[in-house]
Structure formats: C-alpha cells, structure tokens
C-alpha cells in the first residue's frame, strides 16, 4: 500500500483528503502546497521526537493531523488536543477521510441536510469531553453519517474495516518542577521538529500574550525557544463592555515584540469572513483572528486555550476526558489551513493527566501563588511571577476576545455583505425534519435558564452567610435554537467551494 499524492494549488495549505478504495494498493491524496508527503506519508504538523523518525502516530504531543501506512494499513492521527479533528466517511466501497470537513464533502459529492439544524450542537458537544462528545454529523443520504475523531489515531485496513486507538499516556506529573520541566522539552522538542532541514516547510514561533493568566505563561514557553514575537487584542469581551486586555506592556517585560490588534477588525473585511469560521461548526467566535492571517504563515502558532480549565484550581471536573469550559480555538481550522500556520494549545499538553495537574494546583508547595479568589490558577501565575513579572500584571479578572454569535445580534457582528448574504441563503433552508426533537430541545433549554438561575440564588444566599459553594448544572442546553444554528450550513456552503477539485477522474 501507497500513497498516490496530488497536489493542487489552489486549495488551502495545509489541507489534505484521501480516497481509499475497498482491496487497493494505492491511497489517493489530494493535498494543498506545505503538506509534508511521500509514499508512506502525508501529514501537517510537528511533534515531540526526531523528524526523521515520522513516529507522530506514538506521539502524546502531536500538534497537527496526518497519516501513516504501516503493515499494509492505513493509520490516520488527530492531533492530541480537542480544538481539531478527522473526519471520515464510508461510501459504498470507498472511504474518504480529511482534516478539513469542507473538504471531504466537496472530494466524497456528499451533501449535508439542510433539514437537520442541530450540527452546531453536535459539534459543539466536544465541550462536555471525549465521553459524552457526539462522534457522527448526519447526510443528506439516509443512514449515512460522517465519522469524527478527536484525540485518537484510526486504522483502516484494505477491507475498510475501522479501528481506533487512544493517544499514547503521558508519565504521572508529581510536583510543580515536574510538570513545568514537562512542558518546556516538550516546547524544545517540538521546535527542534520544526526546523529539520528535510522539512518543506520550517516553522517560526509567534505567541499570544493578554493580562490574564494563560497565554502570558505559554510566551514565557515559546520564549525558551527564541521566540521574538507576540500578538495581542486591545480589547477584550467582558460581560456587556468591552474593557483593556492589551498585553504589550507584559510582552517586553517577557522580551517580546508585541503587536496589537483590534478584535472587530474582521468587519472592515468585504470578503465574508466569518464563513470559514462558521464552517466549523462551532458558532464562529474566532473569528476575531482574522486580523492576523497576514502574520501567521508558516508559524508555531502558541495560545493558552484550556488553560481555563486544566489550570483552574477550583475546578471540580477533573478528567482524562479533557472537559472544556467552552469551544473557543475550535472554529480557527479552515482559517489554519489556509493561511498554513501550526496551533500550539500548550495547555493540553499532557492534558489527560489532569487529575495529576489539579492535585498540583491544590497542593501545598502552590499556596505562595494562591489568591482563594473566583479567578485562582496558581500554576501559570507561578510560571509568570518567577520569570519576573509583577503580581499585580497580570491575572486579575477573567475576559475573553472572542465574538459571541447570539441569534438576536448577527447583524451587529457580521459584516453587512455576509448578513445579506446569510439572509438570502437562510430563506432556502427547508423547514427541519426532526419536529419532536425540536421541541425536546427547547424544552431542554428552558430547564436549563433556570437551572442557571435557581444556582446563582442557591450560590448568592451561601455567600451571604458566609460560604462559598460551587453548583454544577444539571442541564446544559444552553444554545437558544434561531439563526445561529443556520449559520454552519452557510458557512459550508461557501468553503466547500474552494476545494472544488475539476478535471481529475470525474471528481468534482
């Protein structure tokens, strides 16, 4: 078995899409200019070993997407964070897989159902772990759905036949020198992977930097590596007003070169942008990124994104299931794969370890770092006070850049040609055909509005009396069904169009 690569230039960089018939030698692969390939491999991404090994199927810090043939089988890799996926579909005697879902409905001529409203939800689920997240999106072809995979590595055999496998475990972390020494080779390693000389492409660092806790620790990481450059957003989402999140100031403090940007930026944009965003089907909300496309390519791109929850010394959801907080950092893969950039979440290294992560968090070495307050993360606030910034820097109330898509307030946040555009193509949308559920959803959501609301009167009374409780929800429903669920149906609609592959054995 071998890889027979094609590859196209106008399609996005770092995209890639197999074709594999029932019983054949050869894997089709249609790719874009910076995949790495061969006949044994093709992949985009970087990992914690020699590149001349191409072990990234044993790797537990895979940050990327590819595949392997080995022993006459096919082993496809997601990366080992939960932001990016794989998606496979089985039809008739042909298998198609992709980093790119887009893509793999443009290649496989399947369409998505119109009909069907709740993709959103289905792909949003990743937020609740890798137990309970849905591992299929429905077709327009009845009894067909897309397979997706997170965090795993897929066998398929020459029979079709699919087996997955979990990441490779990571050593226990016992102390905070442990754990910090873990993620700093790992950041070394990485690197080192990024520079052979047998590479295409080679890859530069670039880090995010704000005045909250996260992406400041992961810069002094990328730091270790010589990284020169940050990227920050002047302002920052916080409850109704946008406030200050600017990180130059803790940028040279770290050694940095920080450039800032504009979160609403992507309005001045007459491209309808937010399409390759909502076409992850996670509500679009990086679409605040967009401003930096013109930084990104060819680069290690390092965030903070789960560091909310893996750092987060109250939370009480401690899991190998890498439950998430929210589902930012999930809409950024088509805009990734175009630009042709590496996403570093440095959080998630490691990240099925944190019951080990959390005992840290909580134990007594960390106390010095430990301010008992509602936006308490005493691992990266060590990391930042130790390398020499101030306490009072950084830290101090949690805010978030990315653009939240409520259904009543599209128009205000998408550019006036793409909700005109939007506009029209929602008036072609069939009414949905699953009414029951529907109806199951809405009442599922209103449960759920008070769920929220009976806890924060449970939590504010306990207070007054002098303590301090935290209330899970039962329900969790908390998308309110409107235009927002449609927004994923445009969104692909218009990105399939630029993996539309012609001329080439009858393939669209």
Request: glycine share 6%.
């Amino acid at each position: 078995m071998e890889f027979c690569n094609k590859k196209l230039e106008h399609l996005p960089r770092l995209s890639w899409c197999i074709c594999y018939k029932k019983g054949s030698q050869l894997v089709d692969v249609y790719h874009g200019s910076d995949i790495e390939v061969s006949e044994k491999f093709i992949f985009e991404g970087i990992w914690d070993d020699d590149f001349k090994k191409m072990n990234f199927d044993k790797s537990s810090i895979f940050m990327g997407t590819g595949c392997l043939i080995k022993n006459n089988k096919l082993i496809l890799c997601t990366p080992c964070h939960t932001l990016a996926k794989i998606f496979v579909v089985r039809y008739e005697n042909e298998l198609f897989a992709s980093n790119s879902l887009p893509f793999l409905l443009a290649l496989s001529n399947i369409e998505i159902d119109k009909k069907y409203i709740f993709y959103c939800n289905d792909l949003r689920s990743i937020m609740v772990g890798l137990k309970k997240c849905s591992t299929s999106i429905p077709t327009l072809i009845k009894n067909k759905s897309i397979n997706i995979y997170y965090f795993c590595n897929i066998t398929i055999n020459n029979n079709l036949s699919i087996t997955k496998t979990e990441k490779p475990i990571i050593a226990t972390f016992n102390n905070f020198t442990e754990y910090k020494m873990f993620i700093e080779n790992s950041v070394i390693k990485i690197y080192n992977n990024s520079q052979d000389n047998e590479r295409k492409i080679k890859y530069e660092p670039l880090t995010t930097i704000s005045t909250g806790y996260d992406s400041p620790a992961c810069s002094i990481f990328a730091k270790k590596i010589g990284c020169k450059e940050g990227v920050t957003f002047k302002t920052s989402r916080r409850y109704i007003n946008d406030s200050n999140d600017s990180g130059i100031e803790i940028g040279k403090k770290i050694g940095l070169n920080v450039y800032q940007y504009d979160r609403k930026q992507y309005l001045k944009s007459h491209t309808m942008p937010e399409a390759e965003f909502f076409a992850c089907g996670t509500l679009g909300e990086d679409v605040a990124m967009l401003p930096l496309e013109n930084i990104l390519k060819n680069r290690i791109f390092f965030t903070g994104f789960h560091g909310d929850k893996i750092w987060n010394k109250q939370n009480n959801k401690a899991s190998k299931f890498i439950k998430r907080g929210d589902c930012s950092g999930c809409s950024m893969e088509e805009f990734r794969l175009r630009v042709g950039f590496i996403h570093v979440p440095i959080p998630f290294f490691g990240c099925a370890n944190h019951y080990d992560i959390h005992k840290i968090s909580n134990s007594e070495e960390m106390k010095p770092w430990t301010l008992n307050t509602d936006y308490d993360r005493p691992i990266p606030r060590r990391i930042i006070e130790e390398y020499g910034i101030d306490r009072e820097d950084f830290g101090i109330e949690k805010k978030a850049i990315t653009i939240v898509f409520m259904p009543d307030k599209l128009k205000n946040n998408m550019t006036k040609e793409s909700y005109v555009d939007f506009t029209k193509y929602k008036e072609t949308i069939p009414k949905n055909s699953k009414p029951l559920k529907v109806l199951k959803y809405k009442f599922l959501y209103n449960l759920s509005i008070l769920n929220t609301k009976w806890n924060s009167i449970i939590t504010k009374l306990f207070r007054k009396i002098g303590f301090k409780i935290h209330l899970n929800r039962i329900f969790n429903t908390t998308l309110k069904i409107g235009d927002t669920f449609y927004t994923f149906h445009w969104g692909i609609e218009k990105i399939k169009k630029r993996y539309e592959i012609k001329n080439d054995g009858g393939k669209p």
